[in-house]
């Protein structure tokens, strides 16, 4: 094989694959997001993928780890394709066994999402089967160049051009020296290679507009519609003001309500469920005297209650942004436990989402009294649907990963002994306090500051225990104290401030927490797993 016809080939494979990918679109209009083989591949990896891997993956790309994961998929199997092309056009049955064996892999993957069903087979199916045509068609059919080794000779063997002597001799590739030139000619026939790059504009098209247009119509079949329409009741016991001055409002500094557009997102979700309010139902059951069943209605018809509460993420580094504060309008999860009476011993409440994610929260701090909400309203709004519409649990004082269940739909009650909850078995901790901790805000390491009087600010946090004082440090020095702003409650970070003097250099500024309790941040370095980063936020600024 030419190294033209070999190009041709992954050319082939390539579009077979996207062809594959683009069809399988709109059939998972019908049969879910999820089941895009993509999608259930990506999250199939996510799943399985090694802890050590995702936090990785988390800390390079932050937020956008899922894109990332997504386009890294899609590389792959370009990758994969092209050579699958390769082979296909010197066997195509081996080609066709390539696509199967893919086809298997998204099958597979789809049908062990959670809640799958066969029909989530189907995207897989339907769009290997349009693949392997495509292939077939590129490679076999009528769409061949003709320049396979096996395609049947088209034009007579022509004598080699003379070459003048004075000319430089053409480079050969090596693998075209060693190999016998195929009849034909290792040039494409030009009507060939016009009908062959045709059909490969033509079917990429076809995939392009398949791909996201039904991706498209998948999006409308969402529930922002529905969400919108969600009319929040007013809570029985509102949220108290945010005292004046809770907000330092500095630039760089993070607002004390963090907007719901800015809020982090940390989830495995690949595909954000959509989950329609007329058909959710949350199921409190497991070793409980009696079970309950709610429907959305049902739980709006109970009493609200409104608080502010700041989330954070086990996966925030010393200094990082995985950390936002928002007011919750949502039904204490105490109550509800009290309905269905928890058995002895059920100390773990495993709070389940609809994609089958689990967190497992103590039940001694669900019923300690603190303002554990199954959470419908974020900031005045029903809840984002990426942040959990309809309904999410939000529990003061515990990291996200053992509490803040999204897309909720049960809640079971068993005991750690009994059950690990999604992240245990991937090396993280069972139990997820949030543990002191302060940040820097501003000034931020880097930035260049004139000398005199500067506004060094942050926020710090230790959620239902509380922040006592915070200190900060320039080059080794002496601790000096902090203005802590006033704040809501012991629940929610707290924005603090501190004029420096700032002489010409440079400087490490650092800053720690005493939370309530009198336990001052560790300056040991710890990482994020298993159970929260410690140690100090230092920032390293030059003063002229
Ligand atoms: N269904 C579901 N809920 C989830 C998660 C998840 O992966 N799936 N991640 C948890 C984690 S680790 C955190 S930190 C919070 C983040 O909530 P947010 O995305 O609204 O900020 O959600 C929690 N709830
Ligand atoms: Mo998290």
Same mark, same amino acid.
């Given at each position: 094989?030419?190294?033209?016809?070999?190009?041709?080939?992954?050319?082939?494979?390539?579009?077979?694959?996207?062809?594959?990918?683009?069809?399988?679109?709109?059939?998972?209009?019908?049969?879910?997001?999820?089941?895009? $083989?993509?999608?259930? /591949?990506?999250?199939?990896?996510? &799943?399985?993928?090694?802890?050590?891997?995702?936090?990785?993956?988390?800390?390079?790309?932050?937020?956008?780890?899922?894109?990332?994961?997504? !386009?890294?998929?899609?590389?792959?199997?370009?990758?994969?394709? +092209?050579?699958?092309?390769?082979?296909?056009?010197?066997?195509?049955?081996?080609?066709?066994?390539?696509?199967?064996?893919?086809?298997?892999?998204?099958?597979?993957?789809?049908?062990?999402?959670?809640?799958?069903?066969?029909?989530?087979?189907?995207?897989?199916? /339907?769009?290997?089967?349009?693949?392997?045509? =495509? %292939?077939?068609?590129?490679?076999?059919?009528?769409?061949? $160049?003709?320049?396979?080794?096996?395609?049947?000779?088209?034009?007579?063997?022509?004598?080699?051009?003379?070459?003048?002597?004075?000319? *430089?001799?053409?480079?050969?590739?090596? &693998?075209?020296?060693?190999?016998?030139?195929?009849?034909?000619?290792?040039?494409? #026939?030009?009507?060939?290679?016009?009908?062959?790059?045709?059909?490969?504009?033509?079917?990429?098209?076809? +995939?392009?507009?398949?791909?996201?247009?039904?991706?498209? %119509?998948?999006?409308?079949?969402?529930?922002?519609? *529905?969400?919108?329409?969600?009319? %929040?009741?007013?809570?029985?016991?509102?949220?108290?003001?945010?005292?004046?001055?809770? #907000?330092?409002?500095?630039?760089? %500094?993070?607002?004390?309500?963090?907007?719901?557009?800015?809020?982090?997102?940390?989830?495995?979700?690949?595909?954000?469920?959509? !989950?329609? $309010?007329?058909?959710?139902?949350?199921?409190?059951?497991?070793?409980?005297?009696?079970?309950?069943?709610?429907?959305?209605?049902?739980?709006? *018809?109970?009493?609200?209650?409104?608080?502010?509460?700041?989330?954070?993420?086990?996966?925030?580094?010393?200094?990082? @942004?995985?950390?936002?504060?928002?007011?919750?309008?949502?039904?204490?999860?105490?109550?509800?436990?009290?309905?269905?009476?928890?058995?002895?011993?059920? #100390?773990?409440?495993?709070?389940?989402?609809?994609?089958?994610?689990?967190?497992?929260?103590?039940? =001694?701090?669900?019923? &300690?009294?603190?303002?554990?909400?199954?959470?419908?309203?974020?900031?005045?709004?029903?809840?984002?649907?990426?942040?959990?519409?309809?309904?999410?649990?939000?529990?003061?004082?515990?990291?996200?990963?053992?509490?803040?269940?999204?897309?909720?739909?049960?809640?079971?009650?068993?005991?750690?002994?009994?059950?690990?909850?999604?992240? !245990?078995?991937?090396?993280?901790?069972?139990?997820?306090?949030?543990?002191?901790?302060?940040?820097? &805000?501003?000034?931020?390491?880097?930035?260049?500051?004139? =000398?005199?009087?500067?506004?060094? +600010?942050?926020?710090?946090?230790?959620?239902?225990?509380?922040?006592?004082?915070?200190?900060?440090?320039? #080059?080794?020095?002496?601790?000096?104290?902090?203005?802590?702003?006033?704040?809501?409650?012991?629940?929610?970070?707290?924005?603090?401030?501190?004029?420096?003097?700032?002489?010409?250099?440079?400087?490490?500024?650092?800053?720690?927490?005493?939370?309530?309790?009198?336990?001052?941040?560790?300056?040991?370095?710890?990482?994020?797993?298993? @159970?929260?980063?410690?140690?100090?936020?230092?920032?390293?600024?030059?003063?002229?």
């Amino acid at each position: 094989m030419t190294t033209t016809s070999r190009g041709y080939a992954a050319l082939a494979g390539i579009t077979a694959a996207a062809v594959a990918i683009g069809a399988a679109e709109p059939v998972a209009v019908l049969t879910g997001a999820r089941s895009a $083989p993509l999608i259930a /591949v990506g999250g199939l990896v996510v &799943d399985i993928v090694p802890a050590p891997l995702k936090q990785f993956a988390i800390a390079l790309f932050g937020t956008y780890d899922k894109i990332a994961l997504l !386009v890294g998929t899609a590389l792959l199997l370009a990758a994969f394709a +092209a050579l699958l092309g390769v082979l296909a056009a010197r066997r195509l049955w081996a080609g066709l066994a390539g696509i199967a064996a893919f086809a298997a892999l998204g099958v597979a993957a789809a049908l062990t999402r959670a809640g799958a069903n066969v029909l989530d087979a189907l995207p897989s199916l /339907v769009g290997a089967a349009l693949g392997a045509l =495509a %292939l077939w068609l590129l490679l076999a059919g009528p769409l061949q $160049p003709e320049l396979w080794s096996w395609s049947p000779p088209v034009a007579p063997e022509r004598a080699p051009e003379p070459v003048a002597p004075e000319a *430089a001799p053409e480079p050969v590739a090596a &693998d075209e020296a060693r190999e016998p030139v195929p009849a034909g000619g290792a040039e494409v #026939d030009p009507e060939g290679r016009r009908r062959f790059l045709t059909g490969v504009g033509t079917l990429l098209g076809v +995939a392009a507009v398949a791909g996201v247009g039904g991706h498209w %119509l998948a999006g409308r079949r969402g529930v922002s519609a *529905a969400r919108q329409a969600v009319a %929040l009741p007013t809570p029985s016991a509102a949220a108290p003001a945010v005292p004046a001055g809770a #907000d330092l409002s500095l630039a760089q %500094l993070a607002p004390y309500v963090t907007p719901n557009s800015g809020f982090y997102r940390i989830d495995t979700a690949l595909v954000v469920p959509q !989950v329609d $309010p007329a058909t959710w139902r949350l199921r409190i059951h497991g070793r409980v005297r009696r079970e309950i069943e709610l429907s959305f209605a049902d739980l709006l *018809a109970r009493p609200m209650v409104e608080r502010y509460v700041t989330l954070a993420c086990v996966s925030n580094e010393v200094g990082g @942004d995985l950390i936002g504060n928002a007011r919750w309008l949502g039904v204490p999860i105490k109550e509800l436990l009290d309905e269905v009476e928890p058995e002895e011993g059920a #100390d773990q409440v495993v709070g389940r989402s609809v994609d089958g994610w689990t967190c497992g929260t103590p039940t =001694a701090v669900l019923r &300690d009294g603190r303002d554990a909400l199954l959470a419908v309203g974020m900031n005045g709004e029903p809840l984002p649907v990426e942040h959990g519409f309809p309904v999410r649990m939000v529990v003061p004082g515990l990291y996200g990963y053992v509490s803040a269940c999204k897309w909720v739909t049960e809640l079971e009650l068993t005991s750690f002994a009994d059950f690990d909850a999604y992240w !245990v078995p991937r090396g993280w901790s069972a139990q997820g306090p949030i543990k002191t901790e302060s940040r820097i &805000d501003t000034p931020r390491s880097r930035n260049r500051l004139t =000398a005199g009087p500067v506004m060094v +600010a942050g926020v710090a946090w230790a959620q239902h225990r509380g922040i006592r004082k915070v200190e900060v440090r320039v #080059d080794g020095g002496p601790w000096r104290e902090a203005t802590l702003a006033p704040t809501v409650s012991v629940d929610t970070w707290v924005q603090w401030s501190w004029r420096w003097d700032a002489t010409p250099g440079e400087h490490t500024l650092q800053v720690r927490a005493t939370d309530a309790d009198g336990v001052t941040q560790t300056a040991e370095r710890r990482p994020v797993e298993p @159970d929260g980063a410690t140690g100090w936020h230092a920032v390293e600024v030059t003063v002229r």
